[in-house]
């Protein structure tokens, strides 16, 4: 098991600026003997100052993109395929294109690029608006490709009318050839790229009536052999699916390609700035080309770098292994990176559109360790949840100089940098538990927690207690007990300040204190940063101890608090939520000296299970 983090140590002096040349020193004013000496105002903790949430859109490549359209109302769109759970990386595309207008007073569309009924399900279709909800946006409307499936087939046909496509019969080894093949040799038309538009357009129309089986003919764009660009080389505009569709049943059985129907659907919906990742950046002469070819108004599209995160897997195929194969849990496991699974494990939506917003936009590939994204969420949450006292592994502590029915009321802050929180009041009484981590049975010099001759506070308990004795299960060799004394000192005389104060959490049924938990604490899935370059394949990589389950954690009563007043925070799509419809992963807290926490959805009324979201350091394997 992980071992408890220890308090942290003051950090080291900041390393020393250079030395600037010496001004000669002005006289002192004489002083005033009358005059008090000046104290120094105590200024209260305060949170550190945020960075600006929009810095994205202010500067930098954002900043160009409007600059070279400064449209009087910015119209973008947000264009999933609905065929499976969105990742980390989409957090990018949501806060870029939702952002981006929401920021200039536009709208953004959420249209779902429905176009392949062979993989779509309506789970995703609900999972992705749910998603984009989470993360704070309402789109202007939500609509479906399908919804435009007529209107593409007659532009299809008008294009065909133009000479601007054709019907195909080729092969797929052939149309490779075709394009240079493997040797990258000479391009070379189709023999069908000649045929008339007369007889393209009636084979067109057989493909549609089910004269055609999948991948006997095929509609293509009639574009330039001769340019260097691929996305040039007379892309697919159609093809035979026989799949029925979500929305229009068995109405079709041709459907519209990503080519054909992008750049057409964001000419219908007069999109402003069509914002994508830069693997479209080669798709941007086809799609200009299209619109130009069917005079329809023409959006701008601009690419910017994709985000990628290592040391995981995003793959929907490489996860759904792992899901069937009981590696995970689901694809909203905490060890994985869906947005799903972010939820779940406890990070805020406001947290993951800060760390894309300190990331920047640009249109490099932004390749980001798994720590980098736990440090900002880290930052998010030092300032934005409670504090509260966890013991994972607890034992108890019997202080034998105090009476069996002592009790005194503790009033802790629920942060000790924003006052707003407010304060809850912990029972302190004869028996607590405190970690087992923070007790030793033999001391020594560089140890300053419990052990025997030892004294150690108790986090805001006014004295702190020494260990004396304590009792050991004989069978295990593990400390099942350990006897205190308070070291409260008589009246009019001091004691001496503990080095160090640890977390406790009082045995008070009064109280209805402790208050029992499951506590699962989620470490890396994979040993190395590159699953898929490990030998034997990604399966081969998964780490065996990517969990840690402390089923007899102990946690303070404030929980009941922060669970009546959660969301923790209360921002983005968790603004508008009451407590009672807040989903578990709103409870969220640091426990003390140990990680951040949040509800898991395996809780129930009389059952508290607990996942870790990160620890409250990179470093959390010091001791002290």
């Not at 429905?114 to 409307?141: C, H, Q, S």
């Not at 007790?439 to 004294?455: H, M, Q, T």
């Amino acid at each position: 098991m992980e071992k408890g983090i220890a308090l942290s140590e003051r950090p080291k002096d900041e390393e020393k600026a250079s030395k600037a040349k010496k001004q000669p020193k002005q006289p002192k004013p004489p002083k005033d003997p009358r005059a008090p000496p000046a104290k120094k105002e105590k200024v209260p903790n305060a949170p550190a100052a945020p960075i600006d949430p929009n810095s994205m859109f202010k500067e930098g490549f954002l900043k160009t993109v409007h600059s070279e359209r400064p449209s009087e109302h910015v119209i973008t769109r947000f264009p999933p395929e609905p065929n499976g759970f969105l990742h980390i990386g989409h957090s990018k595309a949501i806060a870029i294109n939702f952002g981006f207008a929401r920021y200039h007073g536009g709208d953004c569309y959420l249209r779902f690029d429905d176009t392949n009924p062979e993989a779509e399900e309506e789970k995703y279709f609900v999972a992705i608006r749910e998603m984009i909800e989470w993360l704070g946006f309402k789109p202007y409307k939500i609509t479906y490709s399908s919804d435009n499936f007529d209107r593409l087939y007659e532009l299809a046909e008008d294009l065909i009318n133009r000479d601007g496509a054709y019907v195909c019969h080729c092969t797929d080894t052939e149309v490779k050839l075709q394009r240079g093949g493997e040797n990258h040799g000479p391009r070379y038309a189709c023999s069908h790229r000649s045929r008339p538009k007369e007889e393209s357009l009636a084979e067109f129309r057989a493909m549609r009536d089910g004269k055609y089986k999948p991948k006997e003919a095929f509609l293509r764009m009639k574009q330039n052999l001769e340019d260097g660009n691929p996305q040039m080389w007379d892309l697919s505009a159609y093809r035979i699916l026989e799949a029925e569709h979500h929305r229009t049943g068995s109405k079709w059985r041709i459907y519209p390609t990503y080519d054909f129907t992008h750049c057409l659907c964001d000419s219908f919906e007069k999109i402003s700035h069509s914002l994508c990742t830069t693997e479209f950046q080669l798709s941007r002469v086809s799609y200009e080309w299209l619109c130009d070819a069917l005079e329809v108004y023409k959006p701008m599209q601009r690419e910017y770098g994709r985000l990628n995160v290592t040391g995981t897997i995003l793959s929907k195929r490489k996860i759904a292994r792992l899901v069937n194969k009981n590696i995970v849990r689901g694809w909203d496991d905490p060890r994985l990176y869906t947005l799903i699974a972010l939820r779940r494990r406890g990070i805020p939506p406001g947290a993951i559109l800060s760390f894309i917003n300190e990331l920047g936009v640009s249109n490099a590939l932004t390749n980001i360790q798994l720590a980098r994204l736990d440090q900002s969420v880290r930052r998010y949450l030092e300032q934005t949840v409670p504090r509260l006292m966890l013991v994972l592994d607890p034992i108890p502590v019997v202080i034998d100089n105090l009476p069996d029915d002592f009790l005194e009321e503790i009033e802790l802050p629920f942060s000790p940098k924003d006052p707003s929180m407010g304060c809850h009041i912990v029972p302190f009484t004869k028996t607590v538990y405190i970690d087992r981590s923070d007790f030793r049975e033999v001391d020594s010099k560089d140890y300053f927690r419990l052990a025997p001759g030892k004294a150690v506070g108790l986090l805001k308990v006014p004295f702190p207690i020494s260990a004396t004795s304590f009792e050991k299960d004989e069978s295990t060799g593990l400390v099942t007990k350990v006897h205190a004394h308070y070291e409260k000192p008589e009246e009019d005389t001091t004691f001496k300040k503990p080095k160090t104060y640890i977390q406790w959490v009082a045995s008070s049924p009064k109280h209805k204190s402790p208050i029992k938990a499951e506590v699962r604490f989620f470490n890396s899935l994979f040993k190395s940063e590159n699953p898929d370059a490990a030998e034997g394949g990604f399966l081969k990589d998964v780490n065996p101890d990517s969990e840690e389950i402390y089923h007899n954690a102990m946690i303070e009563t404030g929980l009941v608090e922060v669970q009546t007043r959660a969301p923790w925070p209360a921002e983005e799509g968790e603004k508008e939520v009451a407590a009672k419809a807040a989903g578990p992963e709103t409870v969220r807290f640091q426990g003390l000296r140990v990680a951040y926490f949040a509800m898991d959805k395996d809780s129930a009324e009389r059952k508290v299970v607990l996942n870790r979201i990160v620890s409250l350091k990179e470093d959390a394997g010091k001791t002290t």
